[in-house]
């Protein structure tokens, strides 16, 4: 297995708060990698370093050997990393369709004025556009509510929708904020299946942040986990839960 | 330029860049709060002057619908100031009767704050513009009183002047911006408007009555806003219901200039932007109205968070 | 026919021509920015037509290519207002936020002191008996249609394209479109190059067509005017500013017989419709459709 992006050292301060503190970590091409700790441990903070929302303060992220830290956002999200938000941030005024074929821009070439032509490459870009974002709408179950505005989803569809939005980058990682907030336990099981069924397909390496323990310890290769804005320990799941001060972070925090 | 000319452009400078400053500070208030530039705060400029004019001198401007009407009372200057200004702080709670809180409390896109705000503006100075007419008119020369127009500075051979008006609007000025300072540094509404500023919804949860400083808010960006236009009217004379147009523009390339929603950085913009136009030279003088301007658009390219701003980090 | 476009001629062309400055504010809001530096590029494309057209040096010009003058005005127009357009996007679309708002009042505002002072621009009296493409006011709609529909077609197709979606994707949430692979800053910078381009030909076209320009062509006044157009209109649609355009710029007509009170009711239009109409009259006629389908079952189409 080969290493698909790396931090080294990462840290982050908002003023006297370190956020994220010294965090070294490296994740496997193929792997599904979770990431946990008690609120305000600095794990939403660390997936905005990572995805360059956030300016780093000190130390390096590489994806695939290249350095990623300083890039903005959209050059970060070229090279094949997508993400969903904790607060999910779909496009509210865009039709389902709509907010998936935005994220094709990466991987499409037209212009302002092969647009307006119409010229023959940009048709059977448009075409190609259009289908892939059908084919993302059946994957997350929501085709027969294409044309309808994101906003009026509940929000386990917008959750999915902002799922099939990130996969519309064509990514290598896809960094999930806690895909599961809100769902019930029938759903969080298909949610995991979900996450398989999408690695397995695309050939994805999948990120994220989760609060619901067991499906991270069922899902999970392997485990981070962070308290203030430390890492205390990354490993296997059954080798996490052991492991005492992950336990005396979660005890602790109660 | 020798040193007795500097010294004029400078008192020439520091005394119009309070005027600036107090008015900048009315869309800083607002804008700290709300996140929202208030456009019709050039109009409450003009109103202001308006006001404090037809309370001191007795009459409704010159023209217009109430060109007749004598008001049966006259003010000294001094309370017809503070009287217009009052009066100005209340039109400013209107305007965010009309313009701000219908749509704050459907959780409106900002942008449509703008153009409810235009329109009260335009409101507001065609109604003027309908009730006392277009004509430009200043303030009669006594209205001070007894109080010599103008002090004469003679070093060596040459001449400072330094009208009597300058001294007035600096000392006024000085006078609100030390008021300003201590209500909101000191006292216990300063501190639940700072509250507020910094997060609405946290503040309301403290039990502060959100709505109602807002209002506040407005009142006291009214209030410096109408007051500016007096003291501007005073010394320039009032040109129309237009005129708070331009120092209305005037003041956005000044609250950039010290960062928005920064308080210090209103003074200061207003401060340096008045010193620069004071200290164009004579012969280029007729482009004094674009400094302010390109003061701004030096700020966006140097440093965009403004002079006394602070880059935000962006919520995510 | 011809006593109707006699009286109206020159009224059917303003709202044509008003309505094309509402889509020069229509392309950035598109992407969420608010621009009102229209009045700066429409004057400055006025001037270059009318430079164009009475200047003593471009004679020999206007000698040799004869009415194909006008149309070199309009393209040197756009040409000159994207450039300025870029130069002045850059830095304020950098910063997210009200700035651009901020910076294209500052232009329109140095622009309208610079005109006013040079030689060139005539200063505050301006450029007058500037000559005419056509005998007749209403023949202007030879222009200016044209232009309007090519603009119709291009909003409607860019609606539609990979350009379109990542303007409204900025607009919807920037820093999701960021995230999601859009470089903000250059698609806000094209939105609202493409506005001045616009605004900047509708001047040079408007310079013949009003016979006279001067500095009070661009104003912050006509910016809020512009303003109200589309956002009265309809922000999110192709058609609101069409629809804004032509019903506000008749409203002082119509108002006429009120005199001075016109500009009052103007302001009270633009109060009211931001508070009842936000999504303007088109989103209005959107929400009533829905309504109408949704909840009473009428004109239901069949999938």
């Known amino acids: 297995m080969t290493v698909l992006l790396e931090a080294e050292r990462l840290c982050r301060n908002f003023g006297g708060l370190k956020a994220v503190n010294e965090v070294t970590f490296q994740v496997m091409e193929g792997e599904i990698f979770g990431l946990i700790g008690p609120n305000g441990a600095g794990k939403t903070t660390l997936f905005n370093l990572m995805t360059g929302l956030t300016p780093v303060s000190s130390g390096v992220l590489r994806y695939r050997g290249n350095i990623l830290t300083g890039l903005p956002p959209h050059r970060i999200a070229a090279q094949g990393i997508g993400r969903t938000f904790q607060n999910i941030r779909l496009f509210k005024g865009l039709s389902a369709l709509e907010n998936i074929k935005v994220s094709q821009h990466v991987t499409t070439k037209s212009g302002l004025l092969s647009g307006f032509f119409g010229t023959p490459s940009s048709r059977v870009e448009e075409k190609r556009v259009e289908e892939k974002a059908w084919e993302l709408l059946a994957l997350v179950g929501l085709s027969d509510r294409a044309a309808e505005l994101a906003a009026n989803f509940s929000y386990g569809d917008q959750r999915r929708l902002e799922i099939a939005r990130a996969l519309a980058l064509d990514p290598k990682i896809v960094l999930l904020d806690e895909p599961a907030a809100g769902m019930n336990s029938s759903e969080k099981q298909g949610l995991s299946e979900f996450i398989r069924a999408i690695r397995d397909r695309f050939k994805l390496t999948v990120l994220l942040i989760e609060h619901h323990v067991p499906l991270v310890m069922n899902l999970c290769d392997r485990i981070a986990v962070l308290n203030f804005g430390e890492l205390i320990t990354v490993g296997e799941p059954a080798e996490v839960q052991k492991n005492r001060d992950v336990i005396e972070a979660y005890l602790g925090a109660e | ?316 | 026919m011809d006593q109707f476009l006699q009286n109206y001629g020159f009224l059917l062309v303003t709202l044509v021509q008003q309505s094309l400055l509402a889509y020069s504010l229509y392309f950035p809001l598109m992407a969420g920015q608010l621009s009102l530096a229209s009045p700066g590029f429409y004057a400055l494309g006025g001037y270059i037509a009318a430079i164009m057209a009475t200047a003593e040096y471009f004679a020999p010009w206007r000698d040799a290519l004869g009415w194909g003058i006008f149309p070199l005005g309009w393209l040197a127009a756009g040409i000159i207002s994207g450039i300025l357009a870029l130069l002045v996007g850059i830095p304020a679309l950098r910063l997210r936020g009200i700035y651009l708002a901020l910076a294209t009042i500052a232009f329109v505002e140095i622009l309208r002191v610079i005109c006013l002072n040079l030689a060139i621009t005539g200063g505050a009296i301006g450029i007058f008996g500037i000559p005419q493409l056509f005998e007749s006011r209403w023949s202007y709609i030879w222009t200016f249609g044209p232009l309007l529909l090519l603009i119709l077609c291009f909003s409607y197709r860019l609606d539609r394209s990979r350009v379109g979606r990542a303007f409204k994707a900025i607009r919807e949430d920037e820093l999701a479109a960021d995230a999601m692979g859009i470089n903000p800053t250059r698609y806000k910078v094209l939105a609202f190059v493409i506005g001045a381009v616009l605004a900047g030909v509708v001047g040079a076209m408007s310079a013949p067509f009003l016979n006279t320009w001067n500095a009070r062509q661009g104003t912050f006044d006509a910016s809020i005017a512009y303003l109200a157009y589309v956002l009265i209109g309809g922000s999110r649609s192709m058609w609101g500013p069409l629809l804004g355009g032509i019903m506000l710029s008749a409203l002082p007509e119509i108002l006429r017989p009120l005199k001075d009170a016109r500009l009052i009711i103007n302001g009270l239009v633009l109060v009211f419709a931001s508070i009842y109409l936000p999504q303007g009259i088109v989103g209005a006629v959107g929400s009533i459709r829905n309504f109408t389908t949704q909840t009473l079952g009428i004109g239901r189409s069949e999938k």
């Open chain 2, 1 to 316: 330029m020798d040193a007795v000319q500097f010294l004029q452009n400078f008192l020439n400078g520091i005394s119009i860049g309070s005027v600036y400053a107090i008015f900048a500070l009315g869309y800083t208030l607002v804008f700290s709060i709300l996140g929202i530039i208030n456009f019709a705060h050039g109009a409450i400029f003009t109103l202001g002057a308006y006001l404090t004019y037809s309370l001191a001198v007795g009459q409704f401007g010159i023209g217009g619908l109430l060109a007749d009407l004598q008001l049966p009372f006259q003010f000294s200057f001094t309370i017809s100031l503070f009287i217009g200004a009052i009066l100005s702080g209340m039109a400013g709670v209107l305007v965010e009767r009309c313009a701000f809180r219908p749509l704050r409390t459907r959780g409106a896109d900002p942008l449509l704050a703008l153009v409810s705000s235009l329109g009260v503006a335009l409101v507001t100075v065609n109604l003027l513009q309908y009730l006392v007419g277009s004509e430009i008119y200043s303030f009669p020369s006594d209205v001070y009183g007894d109080i010599r127009p103008a002090f004469l500075l003679h070093i060596g051979e040459k001449l400072v002047v330094v009208r009597t008006v300058q001294i007035i609007i600096f000392a006024v000025s000085m006078v609100v911006l030390a008021l300003l300072g201590y209500l909101i540094g000191w006292t216990r509404i300063g501190k639940a408007l700072r509250a507020v500023a910094e997060n609405a919804s946290t503040a309301s949860l403290l039990g502060i009555n959100v709505d109602r400083f807002i209002l506040y808010t407005f009142f006291l960006s009214g209030f410096l806003g109408g007051m500016a236009g007096s003291l501007v009217g005073t010394s320039f004379g009032i040109a129309g219901p237009y005129f708070g147009v331009s120092y209305g523009l005037k003041g956005l390339a000044v609250i950039v200039m010290g960062g928005l929603g920064s308080i210090p950085g209103a003074v200061l913009g207003g401060m340096v932007i008045g010193l620069a136009e004071a200290f164009v030279p004579s012969e280029y003088s007729a482009y004094k109205e674009a400094v302010a301007f390109a003061f701004l658009f030096a700020v966006l390219l140097i440093r965009p968070q403004g002079l006394l701003g602070s880059s935000q980090i962006q919520k995510v």
